[in-house]
């Protein structure tokens, strides 16, 4: 039950894009193409961005994108807006026996 | 549209036990996953417990095998978290939620539970 490592925080300026990575092993990220991200903004429930690593729910800005390369997985949001500063954390299908699902540890997107 | 709502939440020393239930409505409960994640002041998501559809296969946190006991009842749309035994480091709040596939799609908003030593 190890958790995806992202890292702990990254910022960007408005109009800018960044990218969040989020690493698993080939028993979790690398081996299903079950990868969701999520924004959580203080006081919140998380909200699904992304699942099934590069699909948008309805309602989700397309400024949000995902990709999956190997073990790592990547949310990128373009043209950066004031509102995108949140805690963002991706999750993975484990294909186990136990819990179905292991998230990241979550990472802090400053807008400057 | 698809609702999470929790209640049983609140503050119990340690050693104590608390029921947390989560009412569904707007999807057919028994077809889906449903899970419990929690968030501990200032911390991470961490997924807690799952269990499938019909009730026949659930899973726990190491951290809290043993302790607390997911079941659903697919009559009344309910889900249920029994948490015994409980210690300070299972403060948090616990979130309800849909499970497809590793992924949740459904969130509820949540219920804190305080565990004072």
């Known amino acids: 039950q190890s958790a995806l490592t992202q890292p702990a925080s990254v910022s960007g300026s408005p109009g800018q894009s960044i990218t969040i990575s989020c690493t698993g092993t080939?028993?979790?990220?690398?081996?299903?193409?079950?990868v969701s991200w999520y924004q959580q903004h203080p006081g919140k429930a998380p909200k699904l961005m992304i699942y099934d690593v590069d699909n948008r729910p309805s309602g989700v800005s397309d400024r949000f994108s995902g990709s999956k390369s190997g073990n790592t997985a990547s949310l990128t949001i373009a043209g950066l807006q004031a509102d995108d500063e949140a805690d963002y954390y991706c999750s993975s299908y484990t294909g186990s026996n136990t819990l179905e699902g292991v998230f990241g540890g979550g990472t802090k997107l400053t807008v400057l | 549209e698809v609702q999470l709502l929790e209640s049983g939440g609140g503050l119990v020393q340690s050693g104590g036990s608390l029921r947390l239930s989560c009412a569904a409505s707007g999807f057919t409960f028994s077809d889906c996953t449903m899970g419990w994640v929690r968030q501990a002041p200032g911390k991470g998501l961490q997924w807690v417990s799952d269990i499938h559809r019909n009730g026949g296969r659930s899973s726990y946190a190491d951290s809290v095998m043993g302790r607390f006991t997911i079941s659903r009842d697919n009559s009344k749309d309910t889900l249920f978290l029994q948490m015994n035994s409980l210690r300070a480091e299972d403060t948090a709040v616990y979130y309800c939620?849909?499970?497809?596939?590793?992924?949740?799609?459904?969130w509820g908003q949540g219920t804190l539970v305080t565990v004072s030593s």
């Open positions: 939620a849909r499970v497809v596939w590793g992924q949740i799609d459904n």
């Open positions: 080939s028993s979790d990220v690398g081996a299903y193409n079950y």
